[in-house]
């Protein structure tokens, strides 16, 4: 069974300092690699997808993927008050296979 | 370009009765899954539709089933509601292409409480 563990937090940096976010999986044939970012009460919203080692830069955000370490990562620079959120881990094979979640990373930025 | 929308977003219900959850994906999105979001239990899948067709299904009873329908909206049933089935119920779409930049944007979601 597909598993995708994530450091339940909570995490809490200052305002202006870098977040890190760490996320490994189980499944070695795990192709497509998403971060999303769900508020209290709300839905989970994509902030970045990944299909290839290396990082991937956009914004303030930069995920990177290592998939001999079977690792895969957000860094948000410049963290603000509004980041403040839980963050998901998801991962799948890929096309038609379904998303494993992890059980998220709680994020406090504090001003 | 309109997202993903669900109905109703907050529902009721008491144990043993059943209850049906709506979800109209983004236009030309062809795939709508579904997952159950608990405070313990995290995102669980429940089950995937693309084209009229089950494609995926977790690991939950068979008090939940789901139908797609030709213009790909879905919806989700589940019978004998118990206390357990409390949770937070999101749908997302996605257009259902057999390829690893296959993204799925979710709903808003339905809040259930079974007392």
């Known amino acids: 069974q597909k598993e995708v563990e994530q450091n339940s937090g909570p995490l809490s940096v200052p305002e202006g300092a870098i977040a890190s976010l760490n996320c490994t999986y189980s499944?070695?044939?795990?192709?497509?690699f998403f971060w999303y970012r769900q508020y209290s009460g709300k839905s989970p919203e994509l902030i970045m997808s990944?299909?290839?080692?290396g990082d991937k830069e956009d914004g303030r955000f930069t995920a990177q993927l290592n998939k001999a370490s079977q690792y895969v990562s957000l860094l948000i620079r410049d963290s603000q008050p509004s980041d403040s959120a839980t963050y998901l881990c998801a991962v799948t094979g890929g096309g038609s296979e379904k998303l494993v979640f992890g059980k998220g990373t709680k994020l406090t930025v504090n001003p | 370009k309109a997202g993903v929308t669900q109905t109703p977003r907050y529902l009721i219900k008491t144990r043993g009765q059943q209850v049906t959850l709506s979800c109209s994906p983004i236009s030309g999105h062809r795939s709508v899954s579904w997952y159950q979001q608990t405070p313990g239990q995290g995102l669980q899948f429940l089950f995937e539709y693309f084209s009229e067709t089950q494609r995926n299904k977790g690991n939950f009873p068979g008090r939940f089933s789901g139908r797609q329908f030709s213009n790909s909206r879905s919806e989700m049933n589940v019978s004998t509601l118990e206390l357990g089935d409390s949770a937070l119920y999101l749908c997302?779409?996605?257009?259902?292409?057999?390829?690893?930049?296959?993204?799925?944007?979710f709903g808003p979601g339905t809040r259930l409480t079974v007392l």
């Open positions: 990944i299909y290839s080692n």
């Open positions: 997302a779409s996605s257009l259902g292409l057999a390829e690893i930049t296959d993204t799925q944007y």
């Open positions: 499944d070695r044939g795990s192709q497509s």
